[in-house]
């Protein structure tokens, strides 16, 4: 059977200058992971700032590391340009040696990436940890960049769907409808590899996404709900990803470091999404 048939309220794929649903913001955003010294992050948000500031129509997202955090929210202030955190604990506060509470972020940051996959694999959140981080991120007037994908031996094995769905089930239990969740579909096989996904497939997977987001809620807040591409984007390839229609921006991990990379990769989904640079 083919995948399409099997997302029957997904409209047809199509290469339509990738013009977004009318409520859906386009949206980049930067995840430096563990990269940056303090020094370092503060000069990267400054190269980048003039320009990324000059670009219309897309929110702009850097998420440094936690350390700096601070700083780089200071280069930031007075700019269209977004803090978000790459992730956060699952309490409130307490007794726990070395952790990050949603309260400690909430005046910092907009954004907070939750469930990425290496924190799934290196520190083993599972779908139930990714819930309750999302349920006090939002609490805590914090919008969440929920991270899903498949693996590799999930892809050859024809379980992506399966694996999303459930990854949806599981992080979004309990939540009530919102247009604030933002989700990246980063199939893991792609990240930092340099094998990106194809812009149709992924196109047609995050099809398959805002399909299940509807049946968990509504499809009236999933046809609203923002949902990126992540994994090996980089300013020669985010057309390809951008072009789609059902793909509303990218998580960006490695060209984030490089401004003009990042610069390039915000100002074509500007351009692609019907927003402006420069103005
Ligand atoms: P790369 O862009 O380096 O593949 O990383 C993607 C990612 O994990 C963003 O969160």
Redesign the pocket.
């Known amino acids: 059977m083919n995948e399409r048939k099997r997302i029957p309220d997904t409209p047809a794929l199509g290469k339509k200058g990738g013009k977004l649903h009318s409520k859906r913001v386009p949206l980049v955003a930067g995840?430096w992971k563990m990269n940056t010294t303090l020094v370092q992050a503060t000069s990267l948000a400054r190269n980048m700032l003039g320009e990324l500031d000059g670009v219309n129509g897309v929110e702009k997202v850097l998420c440094p590391p936690f350390i700096s955090l601070a700083a780089v929210h200071e280069v930031l202030r007075g700019s269209s340009v977004k803090l978000g955190a790459q992730n956060m604990h699952f309490e409130e506060k307490g007794a726990y040696t070395g952790e990050v509470s949603p309260a400690m972020l909430a005046g910092l940051c907009e954004f907070v990436?939750l469930g990425?996959?290496?924190r799934r694999q290196h520190f083993g959140e599972t779908d139930q940890i990714v819930n309750k981080k999302i349920v006090l991120a939002l609490k805590n007037k914090l919008r969440p960049i929920l991270?899903i994908g498949e693996r590799l031996e999930d892809k050859k094995s024809g379980k992506t769907e399966e694996i999303i769905a459930g990854q949806i089930a599981g992080g979004l239990d309990s939540v009530d409808a919102t247009r604030e969740i933002v989700i990246?579909y980063?199939p893991v096989w792609?990240?930092?590899?340099g094998i990106s996904a194809s812009g149709e497939k992924a196109a047609a997977t995050i099809g398959f996404i805002r399909h299940a987001v509807g049946r968990l809620w509504n499809s009236n807040v999933a046809q609203d709900l923002v949902v990126l591409y992540?994994?090996?984007?980089t300013g020669s390839n985010i057309a390809e990803f951008i072009s789609y229609p059902e793909i509303d921006g990218a998580?960006?991990?490695?060209?984030s470091l490089q401004p003009s990379e990042f610069v390039s990769i915000v100002s074509q989904t500007a351009a692609i999404k019907g927003g402006s640079a420069g103005s």
Do not use: D
């Open positions: 995840n990436i990425h996959s290496e991270c990246a980063e792609a990240i930092g590899t992540g994994g090996s984007v998580l960006v991990g490695g060209a």
